[in-house]
């Protein structure tokens, strides 16, 4: 995008939001429930992205998958703190790549305090690789029209005096 003296950017209010303070390791081990938690608010936000294709458009999508993320890890350390910490400890410590293979145990002790408590499953595997419809109630945005150009050479009318080919005609067979 091409900045120029005609666009406008936020203001520096309308873009600071509260952040999501927590380690990679953290975040790995909640991801897959905050997926399916904020699932909704994020595909919202993509399909703004997607549509409209400028950033400054989807700030308040943007920001409702900020609060929903933020939502989700209060409800887990209200319900969840010491599975969810011992996971993302494992994840940390167990391996340079944090890879989820060394830490299925804590994961299961997780997934099961996430079932119990909060009522969220654990998404199979595949689940976000699917293709689904995705209902919103934003409106779409307007389709650009196609353009029309005049024809850039107007054919010769129809009494306009033809001389016979030179050499014959390319299909002899159908004079």
């Known amino acids: 995008m091409v900045v120029t003296n ?6 520096e ?11 990679t390791a953290a975040l790995r081990a909640g991801a897959f429930h905050l997926g399916k938690a904020c699932e909704h608010q994020n595909n919202e936000f993509m399909l703004c ?5 400028d950033p400054r458009a989807c700030l308040n ?4 998958v900020t609060s929903c993320a933020l939502d989700f890890f209060r409800k887990v350390k209200k319900s969840c703190a010491d599975e969810f910490m011992q996971y993302a400890t494992c994840l940390d410590k167990s391996s340079g790549t944090m890879s ?5 145990k804590t994961q299961g002790v997780f997934d099961k305090c996430m079932k119990d408590n909060l009522d969220i499953d ?8 699917r293709a689904k419809i995705h209902a ?5 945005p307007p389709k650009p029209e196609k353009r029309v150009y005049p024809d850039a050479t107007p054919g010769l009318p129809d009494d306009y005096p033809k001389a016979p080919a030179k050499y014959g005609a390319r299909f002899h067979w159908l004079e």
């Open 6 to 11: 005609n666009v406008t950017l936020p203001t």
């Open 13 to 23: 209010e309308e873009l600071t939001v509260p952040e999501v303070n927590l380690s």
């Open 49 to 53: 992205r997607q549509e409209l294709d």
């Open 61 to 64: 999508e943007g920001k409702a």
């Open 100 to 104: 989820f293979s060394h830490c299925r």
């Open 122 to 129: 654990r998404p199979e595997y595949g689940y976000f690789t």
């Open 136 to 140: 919103t109630d934003r409106p779409a």
